[in-house]
């Protein structure tokens, strides 16, 4: 158990719907990342907050998804108007500062879209 | 090209097989190399990282990077089965604002 969280673990939505996911964070770790896995895939790099501030963007991040952290705490992943190929698990990760590689995930959240 | 090429397996051993998985990468500007473990239905874990070239040893595991010929590989000594997961490999830039993975390798230990 890594220490971080994320909710729900799974999410089944229909294409067009909007989705939300929450990560908590370790509470000390100031750095916070999300990624995405597919079937068959590693992890692909979506986004990354220091604090509060989102400092990179994946060009995967289209204009449809959008992540906040709003305290530098837990963070929101949304992605409006879902498409199929949404589909895929969302995997949280959090660090202390430019030191530290990211030791673990959360168990991620698993979409999919319909 | 992809930045890192993974082979992806299935990698079947039996159990105290010594296990040799391999990557490569292309951009030699990434410094840090990390093994992540991952079980079915589970985030990576973090196994070990590297800076630069050279071994590092961590129990049963050795991790090996070559900056030369830009190839990483990680070894598992007597496996067991509950050493049975999905490893991939990935790098970073100083700093590890972002991990670039590899399509992970799954390995299967049978006893």
């Known amino acids: 158990d890594t220490g971080v969280s994320q909710d729900p673990r799974h999410k089944i939505t229909k294409r067009g719907q909007n989705v939300t996911f929450r990560c908590d964070p370790i509470s000390e770790h100031n750095r916070l990342y999300w990624y995405r896995q597919t079937l068959g895939q590693g992890p692909e790099f979506l986004t990354y907050f220091q604090n509060e501030a989102q400092l990179e963007k994946s060009r995967l991040l289209s204009d449809r998804f959008s992540a906040e952290r709003p305290k530098g705490s837990f963070s929101t992943l949304e992605i409006q108007r879902t498409e199929q190929g949404d589909s895929a698990m969302y995997l949280c990760?959090?660090?202390?500062?430019?030191?530290?590689?990211?030791?673990?995930f959360g168990p991620g959240t698993r979409l999919t879209v319909l | 090209q992809k930045e890192v090429e993974q082979d992806p397996g299935p990698l079947s051993v039996p159990e105290g097989a010594i296990v040799s998985l391999n990557c490569t990468y292309s951009?030699?500007?990434?410094?840090?190399f990390m093994w992540y473990r991952q079980y079915s239905r589970k985030g990576p874990e973090l196994l070990m990282y590297t800076y630069s070239s050279g071994n590092k040893e961590d129990g049963r595991f050795t991790a090996q990077v070559d900056k030369s010929s830009k190839y990483i590989s990680l070894f598992i000594r007597d496996s067991q089965p509950s050493d049975s997961a999905t490893y991939l490999c990935?790098?970073?830039?100083?700093?590890?604002?972002?991990?670039?993975f590899g399509t992970g390798t799954r390995l299967l230990v049978s006893p």
């Open positions: 990760a959090s660090s202390l500062d430019r030191v530290d590689p990211t030791r673990g």
């Open positions: 951009n030699s500007a990434f410094q840090y």
């Open positions: 990935a790098i970073s830039n100083t700093g590890f604002q972002k991990l670039v």
